[in-house]
């Protein structure tokens, strides 16, 4: 069974770059048909979507994020990235990775809370 742990800083400055990093295990990131999911839930709000990267490696992001987030994997296909570029306040959010399944399965990690504060 897949399992997925969060990892990355707390607490972030305006302007600053953040990367955080979801480590897979019980699975690899290239299992056909397996897509690795980065979605975030601000603090009062709904989970939000922010973008995606698939067994082949193709990457597909929300259109209201993608300017300034990168998704991206390791080369021995054991975990998933999450750069974000000039965070801003409005990025305070638990960070969740996500797999999803074409036999409709989901695993989740446990989030990660980022804060971006002065």
């Known amino acids: 069974q897949v399992q997925l742990q969060e990892a990355g800083p707390a607490l972030v400055k305006p302007s600053q770059t953040l990367s955080l990093t979801c480590t897979v295990s019980?699975?690899?990131?290239?299992?056909?048909?397996?897509?690795w999911n980065w979605i975030r839930q601000p603090p009062g709000k709904g989970p939000d979507w922010m973008g995606v990267i698939s067994y082949t490696g193709t990457t597909t992001y929300s259109p209201s994020l993608k300017s300034r987030f990168t998704i991206s994997k390791n080369n021995d296909n054991t975990a998933v990235y999450l750069q974000m570029n000039n965070l801003r306040p409005d990025d305070t959010a638990i960070y969740y990775c996500?797999?999803?399944?074409?036999?409709?399965?989901?695993?989740w990690g446990q989030g990660t809370q980022v804060t971006v504060s002065p």
């Open positions: 996500n797999c999803a399944t074409s036999a409709n399965r989901n695993y």
């Open positions: 019980g699975g690899s990131i290239t299992t056909t048909y397996y897509y």
